[in-house]
């Protein structure tokens, strides 16, 4: 049931834009987005729940294809700030999915000056 | 205070020896969750529980078993523990109904080694 993320790693120079995606096998009703910095606990950053929903956070947003059961998070003009591991957690249909919450194996984003 | 505590922090154990990792907090969520990371795996469900009579195995719930003693409290333990446990856990709490979750909350994390 895990989503997979891609890519698995990427370096930027700051301003420069990512993307990463998040896909999955089962039917999705919701994504969530968090970013973990480097021995910190994962922070939230949004919850789509809607097919092509579209949301915001500062310069982050993010989209949600409920037919293509994938979402991409964007970050344009990066600042360094923005360096950690990225996860997308999922929630699925189904009674036996309710509550559940999964996680991809994250993707680690380099912002360098 | 932070909202989701864990005890302790770190600890290393030795294989075959009883541990509990213990998770409080005070968002006074239903939802809780334990999770362990391990580089490139990510976040796995091993358990989560909706109130103290309602708990569900996650993805990797052997070698595990959770109690909810209270609807602030959710400790996971490892019964007889191995070396491939050795992990980064986190407690993670959130509020919803049904399928939907709200913001998860996690506590600092508890790393342990097993030796």
């Known amino acids: 049931q895990q989503p997979v993320q891609s890519p698995q790693a990427v370096i930027l120079r700051e301003g420069e834009d990512a993307v990463i995606n998040c896909s999955s096998s089962k039917a999705l009703y919701s994504v969530h987005w968090y970013r973990q910095k480097h021995g910190e606990a994962p922070v939230f950053l949004m919850i789509l729940l809607k097919g092509g929903e579209q949301k915001g956070h500062e310069k982050i947003s993010a989209s949600f294809n409920e037919k293509k059961q994938q979402s991409s998070l964007y970050l344009t003009a990066s600042q360094l700030s923005y360096s950690g591991t990225y996860f997308c957690?999922?929630?699925?249909?189904?009674?036996?999915?309710?509550?559940?919450?999964?996680f991809g194996q994250g993707t680690t984003l380099q912002v360098k000056p | 205070d932070a909202d989701v505590t864990q005890t302790p922090r770190n600890r290393i154990t030795k294989t075959g020896k009883r541990i509990m990792l213990e998770c409080s907090q005070t968002k006074g969520h239903d939802r809780m969750y334990w999770y362990r990371q391990d580089p490139g795996l990510g976040l796995r469900l091993i358990y989560y529980s909706f109130d103290v009579k309602d708990i569900n195995k996650g993805e990797i719930s052997d070698g595990y078993s959770v109690s909810r003693q209270a609807q602030a409290k959710f400790s996971l333990s490892l019964e007889s523990a191995i070396p491939n446990q050795t992990a980064l856990y986190f407690c993670a709490t959130s509020a919803g109904t049904g399928y939907l979750n709200t913001e998860a909350f996690f506590g600092q994390g508890t790393r342990l080694t097993v030796v």
């Open positions: 957690g999922t929630g699925f249909y189904g009674s036996s999915n309710t509550g559940k919450l999964i």
